[in-house]
């Protein structure tokens, strides 16, 4: 009986590991409190335009103000735990989109000497329909 719960166990991890999609684009971006980063999402006929910033830093948490087509947030962000970054859903569901392309944006560090904030921008969409276009200053 132990070898089979053994068995099932790995067969089980050996699937989750093989299904888990992997991002197909990565990028870091630096920003200044207050500085706002603006990402056109391009696919099939539509252009959405991702926003956000940080106002505020303290105590290892970061506040963030973000927009993805005209719906607004805000998160508050930790480098020591799980709540380190926030995931986008970039198309709709129930379309022909289904697979579901999303963004992961990570806090990935604090820069006391220039209080910058480091960003991790992962694009997850296995089927290549995104584009991402920073919009420059």
Not at 16 to 40: C, G, H, M, P, V
Not at 51 to 56: G, I, K
Not at 89 to 110: C, H, I, N, S, W
Not at 119 to 134: A, V
């Amino acid at each position: 009986m132990k070898n089979l719960l053994l068995i099932f166990t790995l067969l089980a991890l050996s699937y989750t590991f093989s299904s888990a999609s992997e991002y197909r684009e990565k990028r870091e971006i630096l920003l200044k409190k207050d500085e706002q980063k603006n990402i056109f999402v391009k696919y099939a006929d539509k252009k959405k335009l991702l926003s956000f910033r940080w106002t505020l830093y303290t105590d290892g948490a970061l506040v963030l103000f973000k927009s993805y087509d005209k719906i607004v947030g805000q998160n508050i962000l930790h480098l020591k735990n799980k709540s380190h970054s926030f995931r986008v859903e970039l198309m709709p569901k129930g379309t022909r989109f289904a697979d579901g392309a999303y963004m992961l944006v990570k806090f990935k560090e604090f820069k006391e000497a220039s209080n910058e904030v480091l960003f991790e921008i992962l694009l997850f969409d296995d089927k290549k329909y995104i584009e991402l276009e920073e919009l420059k200053k």
